[in-house]
């Protein structure tokens, strides 16, 4: 039934916890998967230097591939193969939600897995929840995994 399977993964137990139900549903179905990470360039709401804030995005960047290639390394212990893209906001309006589900609409991909936090209460106003925009705007399947 899915031929294409996109997984978020941001680094967080609830992603990896997305990723294991990615890969077991890539073994199931023969699926191809890709895992992607968001780095946000532009939202930065830092009161540091320039040069500080691009410090700051240099280290995300590498802490996404480090992210990634941890997250291909357990699929290849499960037997797969997976490709791993980075995917980076630079301009301006543009939310993790929107460019994980511009690269599930590119790809194209059957489905895509993420994991929410289950936030409820304030914290969930303050923070907002990049799965529920996901949800609201992804024209795909949507598998949410919540974090134990």
């Known amino acids: 039934m899915y031929e294409r399977i996109l997984v978020a993964v941001d680094g967080s137990e609830t992603a990896d916890l997305a990723l294991q139900h990615a890969i077991s549903l890539a073994q199931d179905q023969q699926a191809q998967l890709r895992i992607v990470y968001a780095v946000d360039e532009i939202n ?65 991909a059957d489905l895509l897995v ?7 209460g304030l914290s969930h106003v303050f923070l907002g929840s990049v799965a529920e925009s996901i949800v ?10 919540r974090g134990k």
Do not use: M, S
């Open 44 to 108: 930065l709401n830092l009161e540091t230097e320039f040069a500080a804030q691009a410090e700051i995005v240099k280290a995300w960047i590498e802490a996404g591939r480090d992210i990634l290639g941890k997250a291909q390394n357990r699929v290849q212990t499960a037997g797969l193969k997976a490709e791993a893209k980075l995917l980076e906001i630079d301009k301006l309006g543009y939310r993790i939600a929107d460019v994980v589900v511009q690269e599930a609409k590119d790809w194209p």
């Open 114 to 120: 993420v994991g929410t936090h289950g936030r409820r």
């Open 136 to 145: 609201r705007i992804c024209p795909v399947p949507v598998l949410l995994i």
